[in-house]
């Protein structure tokens, strides 16, 4: 299985600033990464695709970035609707696998 | 506008059998352009994909859950289900159904809490 390896695992940002989230593949996933946020009781949403694909009506603030081992999420000007949990994803082989989750707070 | 519902029993008891359904509205489970999965996450924890099936049945599983796993699909009723045998604690999560692009699950359903306990 391919593992994935998010950092950090808490983030504490306010909002205006920009933040950046890692991810780390165990071996090559070419760009098949997608990342995901969560809220509390709700389920995941698809924000980025393909590395640095923008699902449709996910804010342009949101963007990716990487290929083979090492991605990048950003968001350039945090918003208060943005404080959730970050999940990224491979899907360049099965199992699907899913980093461990980055938790984005209020600072 | 597709939905994904889940549904089945929110308890099961240790060894038995976890069977949840996913009905879909909105679209046909019979599109060429898709498959639909599984995908569970422990409560306060990350998330595990399950399996994924096409409309044809083929069906793909996570090797870490393939001896217990069984995801099929009804055409007929827009449908697809989950069968998880032996169940322990450790099979206490939320259970999303979604539909997949190709390997991606880009639209989930809003999740069903399923606890083993006796």
């Known amino acids: 299985d391919i593992q994935m390896t998010q950092s950090p695992s808490t983030l504490s940002a306010s909002v205006g600033d920009r933040v950046t989230i890692t991810c780390r593949a165990s071996?090559?996933?070419?760009?098949?990464l997608a990342w995901y946020q969560q809220k509390p009781g709700k389920a995941p949403k698809l924000l980025i695709y393909?590395?640095?694909s923008l699902e449709s009506g996910v804010p342009s603030r949101f963007s990716g970035s990487g290929s083979g081992t090492e991605f990048t999420l950003t968001i350039s000007s945090l918003q208060p609707d943005d404080f959730a949990t970050y999940y990224c994803q491979q899907y360049n082989s099965y199992p699907i696998t899913f980093g461990q989750g980055t938790r984005l707070e209020i600072k | 506008q597709l939905q994904l519902q889940e549904s089945g029993p929110g308890l099961v008891k240790p060894s038995e059998t976890l069977s949840l359904t996913c009905t879909v509205s909105g679209g046909s489970i019979s599109s060429s352009s898709y498959y639909w999965g599984w995908i569970r996450q422990p409560p306060g924890k990350g998330l595990e994909w399950i399996g994924s099936?096409?409309?044809?049945?083929?069906?793909y599983y996570n090797p870490s859950l393939k001896s217990r796993v069984t995801i099929s699909v009804d055409t007929s009723k827009n449908q697809f289900s989950l069968k998880l045998s032996s169940v322990t604690a450790a099979d206490t999560a939320v259970y999303y159904c979604a539909r997949h692009r190709g390997y991606l699950p880009h639209y989930w359903g809003q999740g069903t809490l399923v606890t083993v306990s006796s």
């Open positions: 071996q090559s996933i070419s760009s098949w």
């Open positions: 099936i096409y409309y044809s049945g083929s069906t």
């Open positions: 393909k590395a640095s």
